[in-house]
């Protein structure tokens, strides 16, 4: 039992990492920015890599000796993502799109109490040298957040926010706002958020269902203010995220005749 516990223990110390490096996104680490990071000791941090390493979880740069996640890392995350049928069905949908408007189209899941990037384009405008797949942000704070939040109950919405943090001036930070918003969202169809999260940037999303009619996913087009072009905007844009969702919701089984509770 003891061996079975530590190999366990292996296990999350190793996960720890491996959540740390994704959580780098596009940058590279010393051992003891890992170490620190995962609150681990330095040798046990530095066995670990060396495994992972021996692995593909990670690699070393042979001269600067920072690490960063390796081939087989990438593998498993590609695979996890087609696994998902929502990034199966929305993939080619989203990518037309994003070609289409010259904005970001983005695709994304609830996990827990935030969001998950399943899939992210982008369009002329608004370029971005890195990819949001498996990237996370807080619910309450973007559109993709507030659609996925109609999928949950009041009282699962009070549970899973808690106290809503504010990350500018413009952020929602009372729950009772909040449900006030979504029963908005509920009635137009479609979410927005304008610098709620970070200043100079928009968004507008719709909810994606199953066969079943739950909310599964969320779809959503953003960029800049000045790219959105929301005041004189905001109702084609709804339509259209409202069209692109009902694409990926058909394409799941989902029908309009499926009662939704």
Request: proline share 3%; aromatic share 2%; glycine share 10%.
């Amino acid at each position: 039992m003891s061996a079975e516990n530590g190999n366990n223990q292996s296990v999350e110390r190793a996960a720890r990492l491996l959540g740390v490096l994704a959580d780098a996104s596009h940058a590279r680490l010393r051992a003891s920015d890992l170490a620190e990071a995962a609150e681990l000791g330095i040798s046990t941090t530095s066995r670990l890599l060396a495994t992972l390493e021996s692995l593909g979880f990670v690699e070393r740069d042979p001269v600067s000796s920072l690490y960063r996640l390796g081939p087989l890392a990438l593998r498993v995350g590609g695979a996890a993502a087609n696994q998902q049928p929502v990034h199966r069905e929305a993939r080619q949908v989203v990518q037309n799109l994003a070609a289409r408007l010259g904005l970001g189209v983005n695709v994304a899941r609830r996990d827990g109490d935030r969001l998950l990037y399943l899939l992210n384009a982008e369009g002329e405008l608004t370029p971005r040298s890195f990819t949001l797949l498996g990237q996370g942000n807080p619910l309450h704070a973007t559109g993709l957040g507030k659609c996925l939040l109609l999928g949950c109950s009041p009282g699962q919405r009070r549970e899973l926010l808690g106290g809503l943090t504010a990350f500018t001036a413009r952020t929602v930070t009372g729950l009772r706002e909040l449900e006030a918003e979504l029963d908005e969202v509920r009635a137009r169809g479609y979410a927005t958020e304008v610098e709620e999260l970070a200043l100079g940037r928009a968004c507008v999303a719709a909810p994606i269902r199953d066969r079943a009619g739950a909310v599964v996913a969320a779809v959503s087009v953003s960029g800049s203010l000045s790219a959105l072009d929301l005041g004189n905007r905001r109702e084609e844009l709804g339509q259209i995220v409202v069209e692109t969702a009902d694409t990926v919701s058909t394409a799941l089984g989902y029908t309009a005749t499926v009662l939704v509770t």
